[in-house]
């Protein structure tokens, strides 16, 4: 994820120490400064937040990275980068949550994600790999989004992906003069008038029209970039929805349940904000039942079944403290849920 | 009586740095006389066109706006760390922060700290006013021991609250600072002093020296309940016994 933030064109990264998503700050240290960038280990994670506004603020693609109690800390500076129209691209590699929890993979950090986590009405870009090569594709695509719709953007990936090995073949390293230009970056008042960067506005009716073209944005990215990927759902009557390395020990379970006859499918949702609400209410007219599956106690959960409704049964099967359920796990809940 | 304007010439001027915003500080502030005078030293160092202000939370939330420069305002505390995003990806840049008390030295103590540390290329101007100015009069870290705030209605009490920071010297300490100064603004010389030192300041990471901090005594009228001139004899006769005036560090 580090190199493909490299590939990308990121050219600043602040970070802290955290497991399970230490190696990601060492491999910045080791070779963002070779790319010409910046690196710092910053004192906080409140403090690599904060130096990811200066960065992007001064026009350059810029990345931190984390884990679940770090990424609380992060939430007031993601608010604030959310709030100054500034690109960023976040990675939390997730673990066992609340308070200090543990190192192992978890999904509890999904509401925290994709409902704000810090204050005020914003919204953030949120990606869910499920592989080191959809890592790799998602953090691409991280910095531009970010760029393009000037938000910050998450990827959301948990400590299995984070601990894990595989092979990848990384993109070539974009062009940095292919990248969208920023007029509105500090680089200095020379030939123009000044640039703010700021997320304030004392007068209500100032706010209000700054908040409306925002939220205007946000509709765009409902519009444009819902992603998601469907498995074996055309004929399906059961569907499975499950993200990042639950949907991928899911796709094993599709496999075996067609093995047995049952004809399931799986939806994995790759931009958990955007949502892909409108597919799931598609398919939830023609299946009986639509099971999520989680390492949390249910969170994606609730964005599916306000897509499904009472179109079909909408169960739920969580893994909770780290725990990762295994492909039988899933069939197992599969079988339950089979009429 | 008429005047040849021909023959007259200009000795004092609105700063080209600064635009006709007006400031929206209190009457007799040291605010503006700082803002003044950050001005007046970006105008004589030639630097308006790679200034960056990054402002803080406070009185001067809004600094950008009566500036010529670029600016971002930072969330609280966290200026020292906006500026080293910007500084560390465009060194080319001049970068400071304006922050109060309660930001850099009680909310903000370790993004302040660090970036000293490291001996970032920057330029911090720290407004202690012994107040939480924007708030209305709130204990800040700096208040002196018995003065009086809406946050401690019986004076500072040492045993309950502390006393009151010395930030300069605290980062005196630091290895990396190269220039750390405390000054007022109660008279004119105080102001002309302060002025010189704003420009050393800036004039260190101009030519790439490393991390400078002018802690600047100002006043509060608003909130301390005193007219500017009472608060002019408070920092001259009482103030300064707790934040002694001078340079701390000078490795210029």
């Given at each position: 994820m580090a190199e493909a933030a490299i590939c990308a064109g990121c050219r600043a990264y602040f970070g802290y120490p955290i497991t399970p998503q230490t190696e990601l700050l060492e491999y910045m240290a080791a070779h963002m400064p070779a790319a010409g960038g910046a690196f710092v280990q910053a004192e906080s994670e409140v403090a690599a937040i904060n130096m990811c506004y200066g960065a992007s603020a001064a026009g350059v693609r810029t990345m931190t990275s984390s884990s679940s109690p770090g990424i609380s800390l992060k939430m007031e500076g993601i608010s604030y980068l959310a709030a100054a129209d500034l690109p960023c691209v976040i990675i939390n590699v997730a673990r066992g949550g609340p308070g200090l929890g543990n190192i192992a993979p978890a999904q509890g950090d999904y509401f925290q994600a994709t409902k704000g986590?810090?204050?005020?009405?914003y919204r953030m870009i949120v990606l869910g790999p499920a592989s080191i090569a959809e890592a790799v594709e998602l953090v691409m695509l991280a910095f531009d989004l970010a760029d393009k719709y000037r938000v910050p953007a998450m990827v959301l990936s948990d400590g299995m992906l984070g601990q894990m090995m595989e092979p990848v073949v990384l993109p070539e390293h974009i062009s940095l003069d292919s990248l969208p230009g920023r007029?509105?970056?500090?680089?200095?008042a020379r030939g123009r008038g000044p640039n703010a960067v700021t997320s304030f506005a004392m007068d209500p009716v100032d706010l209000s029209r700054i908040n409306t073209e925002r939220q205007g944005r946000y509709r765009q990215i409902e519009e444009n970039e819902v992603r998601y990927r469907e498995t074996e759902t055309s004929d399906a009557t059961i569907i499975v929805v499950a993200y990042g390395t639950v949907a991928r020990i899911a796709r094993t379970t599709v496999k075996m349940a067609r093995s047995q006859g049952i004809k399931l499918g799986l939806v994995q949702p790759i931009t958990l904000w955007p949502f892909p609400y409108a597919p799931l209410r598609a398919l939830s007219s023609r299946v009986s039942t639509i099971l999520t599956v989680e390492m949390s106690a249910g969170q994606m959960v609730e964005d599916v079944r306000l897509a499904v409704a009472d179109r079909a049964d909408t169960p739920f099967y969580g893994e909770l403290g780290g725990l990762v359920p295994t492909p039988k796990d899933i069939l197992r809940e599969v079988m339950h849920n089979v009429r | 009586m008429s005047v040849n304007m021909d023959n007259m010439v200009k000795v004092f001027e609105r700063p080209r740095s600064l635009t006709d915003a007006q400031f929206s500080y209190c009457p007799g502030c040291h605010h503006g006389v700082v803002a003044r005078i950050i001005a007046q030293t970006i105008d004589e160092l030639g630097i308006q066109e790679r200034a960056v202000i990054v402002a803080s939370v406070g009185c001067s939330v809004s600094m950008y706006e009566w500036f010529r420069c670029d600016g971002a305002q930072a969330a609280h505390g966290r200026a020292s760390a906006v500026a080293t995003g910007i500084k560390r990806v465009n060194p080319n840049l001049i970068v400071f922060t304006y922050q109060g008390d309660g930001d850099l030295a009680a909310i903000g103590t370790a993004e302040s700290i660090h970036a000293a540390n490291r001996g970032e290329n920057i330029t911090v101007i720290f407004i202690n006013n012994q107040i939480y100015g924007m708030t209305g009069g709130q204990m800040a870290p700096t208040t002196l021991v018995g003065q009086w705030a809406t946050s401690c209605p019986d004076g500072r009490d040492a045993e309950l609250a502390g006393y009151p920071i010395r930030f300069a010297e605290m980062i005196a300490q630091?290895?990396?600072?190269v220039y750390v100064t405390r000054q007022a603004l109660y008279d004119q010389k105080r102001i002309m002093a302060a002025s010189r030192a704003i420009k050393k300041a800036f004039q260190c990471q101009v030519e790439g020296k490393g991390y400078s901090l002018v802690e600047m005594l100002t006043n509060c009228p608003t909130n301390w309940r005193m007219s500017p001139v009472e608060t002019n004899s408070r920092l001259m006769n009482e103030v300064v016994k707790t934040f002694p005036l001078g340079d701390l560090v000078d490795r210029v």
């Amino acid at each position: 994820m580090a190199e493909a933030a490299i590939c990308a064109g990121c050219r600043a990264y602040f970070g802290y120490p955290i497991t399970p998503q230490t190696e990601l700050l060492e491999y910045m240290a080791a070779h963002m400064p070779a790319a010409g960038g910046a690196f710092v280990q910053a004192e906080s994670e409140v403090a690599a937040i904060n130096m990811c506004y200066g960065a992007s603020a001064a026009g350059v693609r810029t990345m931190t990275s984390s884990s679940s109690p770090g990424i609380s800390l992060k939430m007031e500076g993601i608010s604030y980068l959310a709030a100054a129209d500034l690109p960023c691209v976040i990675i939390n590699v997730a673990r066992g949550g609340p308070g200090l929890g543990n190192i192992a993979p978890a999904q509890g950090d999904y509401f925290q994600a994709t409902k704000g986590g810090g204050h005020g009405d914003y919204r953030m870009i949120v990606l869910g790999p499920a592989s080191i090569a959809e890592a790799v594709e998602l953090v691409m695509l991280a910095f531009d989004l970010a760029d393009k719709y000037r938000v910050p953007a998450m990827v959301l990936s948990d400590g299995m992906l984070g601990q894990m090995m595989e092979p990848v073949v990384l993109p070539e390293h974009i062009s940095l003069d292919s990248l969208p230009g920023r007029p509105w970056a500090l680089t200095g008042a020379r030939g123009r008038g000044p640039n703010a960067v700021t997320s304030f506005a004392m007068d209500p009716v100032d706010l209000s029209r700054i908040n409306t073209e925002r939220q205007g944005r946000y509709r765009q990215i409902e519009e444009n970039e819902v992603r998601y990927r469907e498995t074996e759902t055309s004929d399906a009557t059961i569907i499975v929805v499950a993200y990042g390395t639950v949907a991928r020990i899911a796709r094993t379970t599709v496999k075996m349940a067609r093995s047995q006859g049952i004809k399931l499918g799986l939806v994995q949702p790759i931009t958990l904000w955007p949502f892909p609400y409108a597919p799931l209410r598609a398919l939830s007219s023609r299946v009986s039942t639509i099971l999520t599956v989680e390492m949390s106690a249910g969170q994606m959960v609730e964005d599916v079944r306000l897509a499904v409704a009472d179109r079909a049964d909408t169960p739920f099967y969580g893994e909770l403290g780290g725990l990762v359920p295994t492909p039988k796990d899933i069939l197992r809940e599969v079988m339950h849920n089979v009429r | 009586m008429s005047v040849n304007m021909d023959n007259m010439v200009k000795v004092f001027e609105r700063p080209r740095s600064l635009t006709d915003a007006q400031f929206s500080y209190c009457p007799g502030c040291h605010h503006g006389v700082v803002a003044r005078i950050i001005a007046q030293t970006i105008d004589e160092l030639g630097i308006q066109e790679r200034a960056v202000i990054v402002a803080s939370v406070g009185c001067s939330v809004s600094m950008y706006e009566w500036f010529r420069c670029d600016g971002a305002q930072a969330a609280h505390g966290r200026a020292s760390a906006v500026a080293t995003g910007i500084k560390r990806v465009n060194p080319n840049l001049i970068v400071f922060t304006y922050q109060g008390d309660g930001d850099l030295a009680a909310i903000g103590t370790a993004e302040s700290i660090h970036a000293a540390n490291r001996g970032e290329n920057i330029t911090v101007i720290f407004i202690n006013n012994q107040i939480y100015g924007m708030t209305g009069g709130q204990m800040a870290p700096t208040t002196l021991v018995g003065q009086w705030a809406t946050s401690c209605p019986d004076g500072r009490d040492a045993e309950l609250a502390g006393y009151p920071i010395r930030f300069a010297e605290m980062i005196a300490q630091l290895n990396a600072p190269v220039y750390v100064t405390r000054q007022a603004l109660y008279d004119q010389k105080r102001i002309m002093a302060a002025s010189r030192a704003i420009k050393k300041a800036f004039q260190c990471q101009v030519e790439g020296k490393g991390y400078s901090l002018v802690e600047m005594l100002t006043n509060c009228p608003t909130n301390w309940r005193m007219s500017p001139v009472e608060t002019n004899s408070r920092l001259m006769n009482e103030v300064v016994k707790t934040f002694p005036l001078g340079d701390l560090v000078d490795r210029v």
